[in-house]
């Protein structure tokens, strides 16, 4: 196989753009197009008029299609992408992969039975920005890594089947997970329903990893601003990654705050504050999902994990349910067991 034949199933706020992508890589062959709605379907065909079209996804069984890109509400994650791997096609589902662990290490486990690719649409992890920070981060460069400090806010899109956290957070997840090489053991949460109860449009999530690194994510559906930024905070350096930012999106401070030698006398004792230089790396910019694509389709043709695969999905499905499991339970702290964090404890918050 030289050439992957791809079927997309939804055509609504992202579908658009992962469909582009795959019609543009001379790895990928667009076959089929799947959503609800006629009159997506009818724009599919006019700016596409060789792929085909249809309301039911169960169509590309029989249209020689061998993988499929799931774009749909995260409720249907699950239920579409178990009947395409179940039928012998290789998955790309975007995030979050489900909204259950267990959900998802069903996926995990069915595709590695039969052999196929299963990846999730992290596609910050193909972003060259947060790979040049994890260079960094990795090289040592930064130091001894303090703590990360995420936000991520804008005024809507509100979601009337899911909460700001199910919404927002997986990028930052999957992003503190792929620049730490490491997943939480510790997770409190608050937040508010400010617009419809039941619902959280507001929500601070701390999360605690090995080796005391803190990490601290903002995510709000009630900003007056969109703010999409990361802080890393080292040893040595300390860097801002701004999303929003149209050109220097990295900046790498040269400052920080060391102890001096130890001493017995209390009047002896001072911090030297460094103040060094602010430097914006150039980086070369590729769009990530041309990249979460390009991965995919060659995850499928030679049989090797992508970047984003189900499991570096499910893990952070795992650390949603942790969160949300503290924001329902009041601010309390959820605390992962190994060998997994499915199995979790809840202490007040504090202790």
Same mark, same amino acid.
């Given at each position: 196989?030289?050439?992957?034949?791809?079927?997309?199933?939804? #055509?609504?706020?992202?579908?658009?753009?992962?469909?582009?992508?795959?019609?543009?890589?001379?790895?990928?062959?667009?076959?089929?197009?799947?959503?609800?709605?006629?009159?997506?379907?009818?724009?599919?065909?006019?700016?596409?008029?060789?792929?085909?079209?249809?309301?039911?996804?169960?169509?590309?069984?029989?249209?020689?299609?061998?993988?499929?890109?799931?774009?749909?509400?995260?409720?249907?994650?699950?239920?579409?992408?178990?009947?395409?791997?179940?039928?012998?096609?290789?998955?790309?589902?975007?995030?979050?992969?489900?909204?259950?662990?267990?959900?998802?290490?069903?996926?995990?486990?069915?595709?590695?039975?039969?052999?196929?690719?299963?990846?999730?649409?992290?596609?910050?992890?193909?972003?060259?920005?947060?790979?040049?920070?994890?260079?960094?981060?990795?090289?040592?460069?930064?130091?001894?890594?303090?703590?990360?400090?995420?936000?991520?806010?804008?005024?809507?899109?509100?979601?009337?089947?899911?909460?700001?956290?199910?919404?927002?957070?997986?990028?930052?997840?999957?992003?503190?997970?792929?620049?730490?090489?490491?997943?939480?053991?510790?997770?409190?949460?608050?937040?508010?329903?400010?617009?419809?109860?039941?619902? #959280?449009?507001?929500?601070?999530?701390?999360?605690?990893?090995?080796?005391?690194?803190?990490?601290?994510?903002?995510?709000?559906?009630?900003?007056?601003?969109?703010?999409?930024?990361?802080?890393?905070?080292?040893?040595?350096?300390?860097?801002?990654?701004?999303?929003?930012?149209?050109?220097?999106?990295?900046?790498?401070?040269?400052?920080?705050?060391?102890?001096?030698?130890?001493?017995?006398?209390?009047?002896?004792?001072?911090?030297?504050?460094?103040?060094?230089?602010?430097?914006?790396?150039?980086?070369?910019?590729?769009?990530?999902?041309?990249?979460?694509?390009?991965?995919?389709?060659?995850?499928?043709?030679?049989?090797?994990?992508?970047?984003?695969?189900?499991?570096?999905?499910?893990?952070?499905?795992?650390?949603?349910?942790?969160?949300?499991?503290?924001?329902?339970?009041?601010?309390?702290?959820?605390?992962?067991?190994?060998?997994?964090?499915?199995?979790?404890?809840?202490?007040?918050?504090?202790?």
């Amino acid at each position: 196989m030289d050439q992957l034949q791809v079927g997309v199933i939804g #055509h609504g706020y992202w579908g658009p753009n992962l469909l582009r992508n795959f019609v543009e890589l001379p790895g990928s062959n667009v076959v089929a197009v799947a959503d609800f709605s006629e009159e997506r379907l009818a724009s599919v065909r006019s700016r596409y008029p060789g792929v085909e079209t249809t309301t039911d996804y169960q169509d590309f069984f029989n249209l020689g299609v061998n993988a499929v890109v799931v774009a749909t509400p995260p409720e249907t994650h699950y239920a579409i992408a178990r009947d395409c791997l179940e039928h012998g096609l290789n998955v790309l589902v975007e995030k979050p992969l489900t909204l259950k662990t267990e959900h998802a290490r069903d996926l995990v486990d069915l595709a590695k039975s039969k052999g196929l690719t299963l990846m999730v649409g992290h596609t910050f992890e193909y972003n060259a920005a947060v790979r040049e920070i994890k260079r960094m981060v990795d090289s040592g460069e930064l130091g001894e890594i303090y703590y990360v400090d995420a936000v991520r806010v804008n005024l809507g899109l509100f979601q009337s089947n899911s909460n700001v956290l199910w919404d927002l957070a997986p990028h930052d997840v999957s992003i503190l997970r792929y620049i730490l090489g490491m997943d939480p053991i510790a997770v409190r949460a608050s937040g508010t329903d400010s617009i419809m109860k039941g619902k #959280h449009d507001l929500a601070y999530v701390y999360l605690q990893f090995p080796n005391n690194v803190v990490a601290h994510m903002h995510v709000s559906w009630l900003d007056p601003r969109k703010v999409r930024r990361i802080t890393i905070v080292g040893s040595q350096k300390m860097v801002v990654y701004d999303d929003i930012e149209p050109l220097e999106k990295i900046k790498i401070y040269d400052k920080g705050v060391d102890k001096l030698p130890y001493t017995n006398s209390y009047g002896d004792f001072q911090l030297s504050y460094r103040y060094g230089d602010v430097v914006a790396p150039h980086i070369r910019f590729t769009e990530p999902l041309r990249m979460e694509c390009q991965d995919f389709v060659d995850s499928c043709l030679n049989h090797t994990e992508p970047v984003a695969s189900g499991w570096d999905g499910m893990k952070v499905v795992e650390v949603l349910e942790m969160a949300e499991a503290a924001l329902e339970s009041g601010c309390t702290e959820i605390i992962a067991e190994e060998p997994s964090p499915l199995q979790a404890e809840v202490s007040p918050s504090g202790d």
